[in-house]
């Protein structure tokens, strides 16, 4: 029998590819990759990379919260940036998402991103 389950949730958006929302392994939760999609209307949310990622982090909640976690179960966080000029922005925003102790992270510049998001960030938890 396998451990592996696939979150899916109406509360964030729904995949634009072929991948799930999440997959959970045992006590591991793997949150694909989101970007700052209203999740009922499938619109990008937010001008700058700081307000992007605000919803980029409303809507990862909602996938961890139908995985049966929170933020505070995250191990590793990895954001990608389209300009690492964002880079202490992005940072203030995840401080109010997230509380000492924090995860393992990685910040990284890409040359582009979905739908012309500024901001994608993928978490793994521990639940």
Known sequence: M????????DQAPKAIGPYSQAVKFGDIVFLSGQIP????????????????AEQVFKNLSAV????????DDALKVNISLTDL?????????MARHFAEPYPARACVQVAALP??????IEVILGV
């Open 85 to 93: 000029n964002d880079f202490v922005a992005v940072n203030e925003v």
């Open 2 to 9: 396998s451990k592996k389950s696939i979150v899916s949730t």
């Open 115 to 120: 739908k012309g998001a500024k901001v994608e």
């Open 37 to 52: 999609l209203d999740p009922n209307t499938m619109t990008m949310v937010g001008e700058t990379a700081a307000e992007q």
């Open 64 to 71: 961890a919260a139908e995985a049966g976690g929170t933020l």
